[in-house]
């Protein structure tokens, strides 16, 4: 069974910086592709950056240049680096992996900026 266990979310001010980390499980997580999904407030849910098993990594132009996506296949982890943080980002955060009926999801993790 999948378990995708996201932390490291919370309050931050504009400008701030936050990283996210989800504990992967039930997958081999070395061969898997991973990604990190939001879902702002009243919004539908989008991605936001994945990578895949060779460390290819690609984002939403809203968050380039800003956000690093990161994985450790040795702790089954990966990361969401946020930097220059804006009240846009403000959205539930979601680790995901693609499962043979699509994506599949963790719990999700709050991150808000406010001042």
């Known amino acids: 069974q999948v378990q995708l266990v996201e932390s490291g979310g919370g309050l931050v001010q504009p400008g701030g910086s936050l990283r996210l980390s989800c504990a992967a499980s039930g997958i081999v997580f070395s061969d898997s592709t991973m990604g990190w999904y939001r879902q702002p407030p009243g919004k539908e849910r989008e991605g936001v950056a994945t990578?895949?098993?060779?460390?290819?990594?690609d984002y939403a132009h809203s968050v380039r240049g800003r956000f690093t996506i990161s994985r450790d296949n040795a702790k089954n982890r990966v990361y969401l680096q946020m930097t220059n943080l804006n009240p846009e980002d403000t959205a539930v955060y979601y680790c995901a992996t693609p499962g043979p009926r699509g994506w599949q999801w963790g719990q999700g993790t709050q991150v808000t900026v406010s001042p």
């Open positions: 990578i895949t098993k060779f460390n290819n990594a």
